[in-house]
């Protein structure tokens, strides 16, 4: 099962990915040997843009150490003597209104990915002069749809349901877009994007996505339901 650790981890990393079609592929996953405080073992590594990124729960395992949650706080301790540190249980997590499912957080954040990928690809496009039509975008627009509605299947608390309004404006917002560039493409009135590398970009519903979609991507890394006047 993915921990929310790591969900968070990778969800920072598309959060920080800069906007552009080819950003996604500069994520690679793979397990590596490590040592912590002289002891080895293997754990999962994700690398994005040449900064590696390690699991605290693999850490804490690998090193002997201990790792507990309390609100906003994390602490992570090794024991000096490098022996097994006793095992006594953190205190019990209160319950937030406003926390997410982990079920929802992890179909949330692919649903981001896959409106990123949408919407970066086709304004690439754009911006290149490239042939681009309604089958081409069609097939953009039903990944994104897809995850959507996988999202919508985890939403399992009122939390998530309250986040997956937000999802449904921001998808909603991308394809309004993705219409206007597709139509805009078919009567031949592209050349103020072709002729300005951020002529697209600084539209106000690009602004709006870009805005929406940073949110949203914290808030589900967050764990916790949050409320933005960019994803309305």
């Known amino acids: 099962m993915v921990s929310k650790q790591w969900i968070q981890i990778l969800a920072v990393a598309l959060i920080t990915l800069p906007f552009c079609n080819r950003c996604l592929a500069q ?6 040997s490590l040592t912590v405080n002289g002891h080895n073992g293997s754990a999962a590594i994700v690398t994005v843009k040449g900064r590696t990124y390690v699991e605290l729960e693999s850490l804490a395992r690998i090193g ?27 205190p019990p997590e209160p319950v937030s209104q406003s926390a997410l499912s982990q079920k929802f957080m ?16 086709l304004g690439y496009a754009i911006q290149q002069g490239y042939g681009v039509n309604e089958k081409w975008v069609s097939d953009y627009r039903e990944q994104a749809a897809h995850s959507l509605r996988l999202a919508t299947a985890a ?78």
């Open 27 to 32: 994520v690679e996953q793979s397990t590596r």
């Open 64 to 90: 002997k150490g201990s790792l507990s949650f309390h609100n906003d706080q994390i602490s992570l301790t090794f024991s000096s003597s490098g022996e097994d540190p006793i095992d006594t249980p953190p």
């Open 106 to 121: 992890v179909a949330g954040i692919e649903t981001i990915a896959q409106m990123r990928e949408w919407a970066t690809t």
């Open 155 to 232: 939403a399992s608390t009122n939390s998530d349901q309250e986040a997956l309004q937000l999802l449904n404006n921001e998808f909603h917002a991308v394809r309004e877009w993705s219409d206007k560039l597709l139509a805009a493409k078919q009567s031949m009135d592209t050349a103020k994007y072709t002729s300005s590398p951020n002529a697209l970009r600084d539209e106000p519903l690009s602004q709006k996505i870009m805005s929406c979609g940073h949110f949203l991507g914290g808030m589900l890394a967050s764990g916790e339901f949050k409320e933005d006047p960019s994803c309305h």
